[in-house]
Nanobody
Framework: QLQLVESGGGLVQPGGSLRLSCAVSGFTLDYYAIGWFRQAPGKEREGVSCISSTGGASFYADSVKGRFTISRDSAKNTVYLQMNSLKPEDTAVYYC?????????????????????WGKGTLVTVSS
């Protein structure tokens, strides 16, 4: 059974950093694109970043460009989201998701949400 489990969330001060992990099981990471999404209280879910199955292509939402970095470790079957220079508006539950093709998850600045595989999320709170 395909599963995704997020971890690494927590409370951090503005300007601080966190690294989120998305551990996958039940499938080989090399065959799936992985994306990070977030949902703040009272707001709709939004795309943050995504990476292709090979790691050769990645995309970021404008709001996180230059601050967040997505990466993948096939040996550990894990995808990471390094978040630097965090802002209060980054506060949200962060989810990872899997798709068998990058274009069904994100393409040229647009994120898509009709995906079959989602984790349960990890909460990130940016506050002083």
């Amino acid at each position: 059974q395909l599963q995704l489990v997020e971890s690494g969330g927590g409370l951090v001060q503005p300007g601080g950093s966190l690294r989120l992990s998305c551990a996958v099981s039940g499938f080989t990471l090399d065959y799936y694109a992985i994306g990070w999404f977030r949902q703040a209280p009272g707001k709709e879910r939004e795309g943050v970043s995504c990476i292709s199955s090979t790691g050769g292509a990645s995309f970021y939402a404008d709001s996180v460009k230059g601050r967040f970095t997505i990466s993948r470790d096939s040996a550990k079957n894990t995808v990471y989201l390094q978040m630097n220079s965090l802002k209060p508006e980054d506060t949200a539950v962060y989810y990872c998701a899997a798709a068998d093709h990058l274009a069904t998850m994100c393409w040229q600045g647009t994120f898509y949400y009709d995906l079959d595989y989602w984790g349960k999320g990890t909460l990130v709170t940016v506050s002083s």
